[in-house]
T-cell receptor, first 114, second 115 residues
C-alpha cells in the first residue's frame, strides 16, 4: 500500500532535549512538507522540500531543522531552541511542488514536552 | 493575522439535511482553494478544490461555491451522512507558479451529523 508514514504517534520530550520526528513516503512524490497544528489554529508550514537535497523554511521554521537526503524521507528535528514545541505535527507529500496538486498527509505525531 | 478564517468552530446537522461550511479569506491574491477532511487520529485527506476562474465545483454530494467579490467560499454536503462527521479545513493559495507559494489553512470546523 502506498502512503505516508509518521512515527512515533506520541512522543514525550524533556525540556532542553532535541527530538526527531520521522516521515517516510513510498508514493514517489517529489515534494514533502512539515506542518504544525495548535488548538484553534490552522496548519502552519514549518519546512518544505520541493525535491531531494533541497528544502526551504516555511512560516515558523525557528527552532526546527530538516534534511532531505532521500526522496522517501523528510525527518524533522525539534531542537531545544523551539520555545513552545508541544503540538501536533503533520507531514505531507505531493507529486510535485504545484498548487493544484493536493497533498497526502500522514497520521501525525503528537509531541509533548514534560 | 489570519488570512483564512473559518468562523464556526463546530456545526451540528441532522442526517439527511444539508451541511454548509463557510470560509472567508482576506488576501485577494488567493486564486486556488481546497477543502480537506480530517477524522480523529488521522491526517487530513483532500476533498474538493476550486480555482478562481470558477464559481462552483461539484463532486458527488460535495459542492464548493466561490464568491470572489465577497472573498468567501462554502462547502455544501447534500445529503449529510454520519460518516461526514469530521473536521473540515479550508485552505487557499496564490498563483501556482509563485516560487513562494504555499497553502494557508483555516482553523477548521468540526461537523457533527446527528442521526
Amino acid at each position: 500500500d502506498g502512503g505516508i508514514t509518521q512515527s512515533p504517534k506520541y512522543l514525550f520530550r524533556k525540556e532542553g532535549q532535541n527530538v526527531t520526528l520521522s516521515c517516510e513516503q513510498n508514493l514517489n512524490h517529489d515534494a514533502m512538507y512539515w506542518y504544525r497544528q495548535d488548538p484553534g489554529q490552522g496548519l502552519r508550514l514549518i519546512y518544505y522540500s520541493q525535491i531531494v537535497n533541497d528544502f526551504q523554511k516555511g512560516d515558523i521554521a525557528e527552532g526546527y531543522s530538516v534534511s532531505r537526503e532521500k526522496k522517501e524521507s523528510f525527518p524533522l528535528t525539534v531542537t531545544s531552541a523551539q520555545k513552545n514545541p508541544t503540538a501536533f505535527y503533520l507531514c505531507a507529500s505531493s507529486p510535485v511542488w504545484r498548487v493544484n496538486t493536493e497533498a497526502f498527509f500522514g497520521q501525525g505525531t503528537r509531541l509533548t514536552v514534560v | 493575522d489570519q488570512q483564512v478564517k473559518q468562523n464556526s468552530p463546530s456545526l451540528s446537522v441532522q442526517e439527511g439535511r444539508i451541511s454548509i461550511l463557510n470560509c472567508d479569506y482576506t488576501n485577494s491574491m488567493f486564486d486556488y482553494f481546497l477543502w480537506y477532511k480530517k477524522y480523529p487520529a488521522e491526517g487530513p485527506t483532500f476533498l474538493i478544490s476550486i480555482s478562481s476562474i470558477k464559481d462552483k465545483n461539484e463532486d458527488g454530494r460535495f459542492t464548493v461555491f466561490l464568491n470572489k467579490s465577497a472573498k468567501h467560499l462554502s462547502l455544501h454536503i447534500v445529503p449529510s451522512q454520519p460518516g461526514d462527521s469530521a473536521v473540515y479545513f479550508c485552505a487557499a493559495s496564490a498563483h501556482p507558479m509563485d516560487s513562494n507559494y504555499q497553502l494557508i489553512w483555516g482553523a477548521g470546523t468540526k461537523l457533527i451529523i446527528k442521526p
